[in-house]
């Protein structure tokens, strides 16, 4: 099975959300979604998100700054695997695109507006409601 990691960045108060527009793969290719990828062999899926954050803004976090959303379970033929979401409150001005995606900060409010990734359009209210309980372990 394949596991991935996806986290939210936001802004301190959770005004605003970084995004990275994808150029792949091809059914994300154009559309805006968290940052994030493979977990790989043996990394744990905070790790994973610490690595892939890094990789992709230039920007060094640690296991405490992102918080455990939501883990998902996909059984489809189209992209079988494990999904891990966190979400972090960031210095995001400070994130730079270190790869051929761009990386856009935009106000949480716009989220209906954007061409994102469909789980993007509930995963970020989610994340910025303050009464919403972590859902599964880090470690």
Not at 44 to 55: Q, V
Request: hydrophobic share 40%; glycine share 6%.
């Amino acid at each position: 099975m394949n596991s991935y990691v996806v986290g939210f960045a936001f802004d301190h108060g959770k005004e605003h959300v970084l995004l990275i527009k994808k150029n792949r793969p091809e059914w994300q290719k154009g559309r805006y979604n968290g940052i994030g990828g493979h977990i790989e062999e043996g990394e744990r899926p905070i790790d994973a998100m610490i690595r892939e954050f890094a990789e992709e803004t230039g920007y060094l976090t640690s296991e405490f700054r992102w918080h455990p959303l939501l883990k998902i379970i996909d059984n489809s033929p189209l992209h079988p695997g494990e999904i891990f979401f966190f979400y972090a409150e960031l210095d995001i001005e400070e994130c730079r695109s270190m790869t051929d995606e761009t990386l856009l900060i935009f106000p949480v409010v716009m989220m209906d507006a954007l061409d994102t990734i469909k789980n993007v359009q509930w995963l970020i209210p989610m994340a910025v409601d303050e009464d919403f309980k972590e859902t599964f372990s880090i470690t």
